[in-house]
């Protein structure tokens, strides 16, 4: 049973923790809707790369051949990373950068492994997919705008725990889940305001707390360099990136990185001087076959210049968290049922935020809603 000092306080919470973070909370979820069906939006506006049909099995040509042609299309940019279509593993998207640094001056270039032809240079800096995860992700601010987000997810997290503290007592003498129609717009709206957010609450919570993990991803990845390659790199100490000219074949590397990896698959190449590899490694990430090992990929570290396994450490749990963390934010795990399930929970949320704003702009209207109501309300309804 809550004291009245302590419903004054989570009262406190649940007010400015909401009103805070409400604003950009919506942002999130009207830019998210659309990112849980960018493949299907992706296939409608006619952005997805198609490969023409060829006999099943068709052979693959090196992977040597994929970054060649690739590089040919952009001879002034390195290339930072290439991986394979996660639908069509004919298809191999090669990304090509300034400098091996991290940069959102990208271009992409989709290769046929089959016959090493350019199918098309993709432009995933623009268009309307690009804006909405831009503004879902860092307002397009960097890091310092993901940052910010993080914090407004912990807010929204202080928020939810709160108003489940309060829950409670506001219901004691309610049915659960009861919408009082016969009252005032503002009072059905709290209830409705009330339900929707206990229904909501597992799913706002999950959601909210892997995207605020998201939101640590450069720094959980420079942490991870700092943390497992330095002690790799120590008989590379005082070696410079290795030159293009002088690294070993791509195909002779992944190779040897499936080799030393048995039962798994490519998730993606990070080549050597890039965020996710080290100056001297072409960095192989392998996952398994499983729902939850698919979203694992393990590193698998080859010498750029010999194609031999140096290491294929396992993945150190903050980053284990973060590769979960992402497909579970946009519902990326058993396909489209769950992808409308993520959807109505979005909806459903978004009027969760509306309504908590719209509550708190009328609160200043001459009513006695207490007395209305029946309950003893928080501070945030009245």
């Known amino acids: ?94 990304t090509l950068t300034p400098t091996p640094e991290p940069t959102d001056d990208f271009r992409s270039v989709a290769v046929d492994a089959r016959t090493g032809e350019v199918l098309a240079q993709p432009r995933f800096d623009e ?7 831009k503004l879902h992700v860092d307002l397009f601010a960097g890091l310092a705008g993901k940052l910010f987000l993080g914090l407004m997810g912990l807010l929204l997290l202080v928020a939810i725990v709160s108003g489940v503290v309060l829950y409670a007592p506001f219901m004691r003498k309610l049915a659960f889940g009861e919408v009082r129609r016969e009252r005032s717009a503002r009072v059905r709206w709290l209830d409705l305001h009330n339900l929707l957010g206990i229904v909501t609450l597992t799913w706002a919570f999950v959601v909210g707390a892997t995207g605020m993990i998201n939101t640590w991803a450069d720094l959980l990845i420079k942490y991870w360099q700092h943390d497992q390659l330095t002690a790799l790199l120590v008989p590379y100490q005082g070696q410079p ?11 002779k590397s992944y190779e040897a990185a ?15 001087g890039t965020a996710f590899s080290s100056p001297h490694h072409t960095t192989f990430f392998l996952k398994g076959e499983t729902p939850l090992t698919s979203k694992l990929p393990r590193p698998v570290l080859v010498d750029a210049r010999t194609a031999q396994v140096t290491a294929a450490p396992e993945l150190p749990w903050y980053l284990a968290a973060l590769l979960v963390s992402q497909p579970l ?44 109501a029946g309950v003893a309300l928080p501070e945030t309804a009245r």
């Open 258 to 272: 499936l080799a030393a990896a048995p039962g798994t698959k490519l998730s993606f190449i990070a080549y050597p």
């Open 329 to 372: 934010h946009f519902g990326d795990y058993a396909g489209m049922p769950m992808q409308i399930l993520w959807a109505l929970l979005d909806i459903a949320t978004i009027v969760v935020l509306g309504s908590g704003l719209y509550l708190w702009l009328r609160r200043r209207q001459p009513q006695s809603l207490p007395a209305e």
């Open 127 to 133: 268009g309307f997919m690009w804006v909405m995860f």
């Open 241 to 251: 990136l290795v030159p293009v000219a002088e690294r070993a074949s791509v195909q």
């Open 1 to 94: 049973m809550l004291t009245a000092r302590a419903i004054r306080t989570w009262t406190w919470l649940h007010k400015w923790s909401s009103l805070v973070c409400t604003v950009f909370m919506l942002l999130l979820c009207l830019t998210g809707l659309p990112l849980i069906f960018h493949h299907e939006i992706g296939h409608l506006l006619g952005t997805e790369v198609e490969a023409p049909e060829m006999p099943k099995g068709t052979p693959h040509v090196s992977l040597d051949r994929v970054l060649e042609v690739a590089r040919s299309r952009h001879p002034d940019r390195v290339v930072q990373f290439s991986s394979p279509d996660e639908d069509n593993p004919d298809i191999w998207f090669v």
